[in-house]
């Protein structure tokens, strides 16, 4: 299994930015694809964005298209999530998560059974 640790989380005013970072142990970072996944307050995880092993195929929840993105530096074992025009609903404990396999370049899981290594969240606050 991969080790995850996040970091970057914080309180942010509505229409700020925040970068998180998620580092991992272990050799098999670069062929997993990678997600981020949220948690709000009495609600279920919820995929936010994932990308492939190799940095250039993501995708992302609708509701965060065009505020976030995702990337990955191979060299460094770490996953990036760039916050943008953040609002109060983006309010949640980010984890981020690695695939339970490797895959081919066109694999980007997208629910959380598909991932099996999990960081221990970074929290986020918007107020407004």
């Known amino acids: 299994q991969v080790q995850l640790v996040e970091s970057g989380g914080g309180l942010v005013q509505a229409g700020g930015s925040l970068s998180l970072s998620c580092t991992a142990s272990?050799?098999?970072?670069?062929?997993?694809?990678m997600g981020w996944f949220r948690q709000a307050l009495g609600k279920e995880r919820e995929f936010v964005a994932a990308?492939?092993?190799?940095?250039?195929?993501?995708y992302y929840a609708d509701s965060v298209k065009g505020r976030f993105t995702i990337s990955r530096d191979n060299a460094k074992n770490t996953v990036y999530l760039q916050i943008n025009s953040l609002k109060p609903e983006d309010t949640a404990v980010y984890y981020c998560?690695?695939?339970?396999?490797?895959?081919?370049?066109?694999?980007?899981?997208?629910?959380?059974?598909?991932?099996?290594?999990w960081g221990q969240g970074t929290q986020v606050t918007v107020s407004s």
């Open positions: 272990g050799r098999t970072f670069s062929t997993k694809a």
């Open positions: 998560a690695a695939s339970r396999s490797d895959g081919h370049r066109w694999y980007v899981p997208r629910t959380p059974v598909d991932f099996g290594s």
């Open positions: 990308v492939n092993w190799s940095g250039d195929i993501t």
